[in-house]
């Protein structure tokens, strides 16, 4: 099993609808989990990050953190065909000194 | 402006060469890392270095070498006996505290062998 697991993708969505992304991570000792976007041939960007259960909203997106489930998701609201990227979960573990990485899921958004 | 440069942004290597790229911060972060990146995949870590002179190997370190001397730098050698180094590599950096933060990247280095 990996550490950090993404849904796998690609997902296509049209334009104005919700996205859903959706991370799970073995380590139930994790504390700090982050999402990346990351747009073909650049380097990953921060999007959202989150420390306690519950949602944390930031203008159109949505994360959402289940620690009980081991669950972490992304939600993209309206979502518009410049959010066509990777999006890259992050989860720091019992060793804080490192990030593991999911595989990613790509998103496209159709006009 | 504060941030992490890597270079060079493209870069070839020969048969049995060894070649260096370059990590530099100047956002005083403590922690610095190097990640290989292959085409549809994810982040795989190569080494981190949570202080200067100090250095861990990560998931996939054979065939790879760092040094930190300086707090912002944290150069990562290619060897020879690195068969497959054909990759997109990625340098990032974090401050460590009571709060894990993210980690901020550089903006990558394409590595091709000629």
């Known amino acids: 099993q990996k550490e950090v697991e993404q849904n796998s993708g690609p997902l296509s969505v049209p334009e104005g609808a919700i996205a859903s992304l959706n991370c799970t991570y073995s380590?139930?000792?994790?504390?700090?989990f982050f999402w990346y976007r990351q747009y073909s041939g650049k380097s990953p960007e921060l999007i959202m990050f989150i420390y306690s259960n519950g949602d944390k909203e930031d203008g159109r997106f949505t994360a959402q953190l289940n620690k009980a489930s081991q669950y972490v998701s992304l939600l993209i609201r309206d979502s518009q065909p410049s959010d066509s990227a990777t999006y890259l979960c992050?989860?720091?573990?019992?060793?804080?000194?490192?990030?593991?990485f999911g595989d990613g899921t790509t998103l496209t958004v159709k006009p | 402006d504060g941030g992490i440069t890597q270079s060079p942004k493209y870069l070839f290597r020969k048969e049995g060469q060894n070649v260096t790229l370059s990590c530099e911060q100047n956002l005083n972060h403590d922690a610095m890392y190097w990640y290989r990146q292959d085409p549809g995949q994810g982040l795989r870590l190569i080494y981190y270095s949570q202080i200067v002179n100090d250095f861990q190997k990560g998931d996939i370190a054979e065939g790879y070498s760092v040094s930190r001397e300086k707090k912002e730098s944290f150069p990562l050698t290619v060897t020879s006996a690195q068969k497959n180094p054909t990759a997109f590599y990625l340098c990032?950096?974090?401050?460590?505290?009571?709060?894990?933060?993210?980690?901020?990247f550089g903006d990558g280095t394409r590595l091709s062998i000629l």
């Open positions: 992050a989860v720091i573990g019992t060793n804080a000194g490192k990030s593991t």
């Open positions: 990032a950096s974090m401050s460590q505290g009571p709060n894990n933060q993210p980690q901020h």
């Open positions: 380590d139930r000792g994790s504390q700090s």
